[in-house]
């Protein structure tokens, strides 16, 4: 199967065409409640998640990102019930992480903005790669610690308080038109990754040269980011006009010898 290209098809078609245990990596969001158009596409969750574990190598982990939607005055539960069927097929829900939009759109009527949507890490087994993101602690260096002694006096030792610590699982991110991306013509995808969120989760799950799967490549961001982190990639996406977004896109960052679209 060749690497590097985005299949123009439904990503049924994509899979059948893989080993199992063919991929070390998968990120994407669904089509979830029928809020982006695919003029007519039908989603079959159980099958594509039946495939998603089949061809994902043991040891490797899915990022599957998804919210709600909020149909007659109630949100879809969408999000929960997907979450629950990955687990019955026999994935393991690794970890349920947080893409918190610091700038959403704002929302009417009596409820509060939608400010996130889940990053549910899905894992075959147990992880075989975790490069956690470090960041500086707020306070560092020596300290006191103080301590009562057995006579009752006040003891004063020295400490090295830690310089780093792993991030927490709630991730922040702004959106929207000049901060998701710098690809003007992205934005033609109405729903967009933040190019940041990828690069934060192909760094923390994989290595270099370690294979990524996107079946739903919409604009593209998934086979940019894996490119230029030093990634395989592969993606397919049923919408041609998606398709063509996303070609669009990244003539801008890969040579041609390196990007086919299928079609």
């Known amino acids: 199967m060749e690497l590097f290209k985005i299949y123009n ?29 695919y003029n007519g596409y039908n989603f079959e969750f159980d099958k594509i998640a039946k495939e998603l574990y089949r061809i994902l ?9 998804v919210g709600d939607a909020t149909i007659n005055g109630s949100e879809s539960g969408t999000s929960f019930s997907q979450a629950l069927k990955f687990k019955e097929i026999g994935f393991r829900l690794h970890d349920t992480m947080i893409y918190y939009k610091n700038n959403p759109m704002p929302q009417t009527g009596n409820r509060y903005h939608q400010h996130f949507e889940y ?22 260096g020596l300290a006191n610690m103080k301590n009562r002694g057995k006579s009752g006096s006040l003891l004063y030792d020295k400490v090295e308080r830690t310089k780093e610590k792993k991030v927490g699982n709630v991730f922040f991110y ?35 040269e370690d294979l990524v799967y996107d079946p739903f490549m919409g604009s593209g961001t998934t086979a940019k980011i894996s490119h ?14 998606y398709v063509d977004i996303a070609e669009e896109r990244l003539r ?3 040579t041609s010898d390196l990007f086919n679209v299928n079609v």
């Open 228 to 241: 230029l982190l030093n990634r395989n990639w592969i993606g397919s996406e049923i919408s041609k006009e």
């Open 9 to 37: 098809e439904d990503c049924l078609i994509t899979m059948a065409k893989m080993p199992e245990c063919f991929v070390d990596f998968i990120i994407t969001s669904p089509p979830y409640d029928n809020i982006r158009n």
């Open 119 to 140: 990053m549910f890490c899905l894992s075959k087994g147990s992880p075989k790669t975790f490069n956690p993101i470090i960041e500086l602690t707020k306070y560092n």
């Open 252 to 254: 801008e960052h890969l």
């Open 57 to 65: 190598k043991e040891g490797g982990v899915m990022i599957w990102v």
């Open 174 to 208: 702004s959106v929207g038109g000049g901060i998701s991306t710098k690809d003007k013509v992205a934005y033609n995808h109405p729903a967009i990754f933040p190019e940041k969120l990828v690069v934060d989760q192909i760094n923390s799950w994989t290595n270099e």
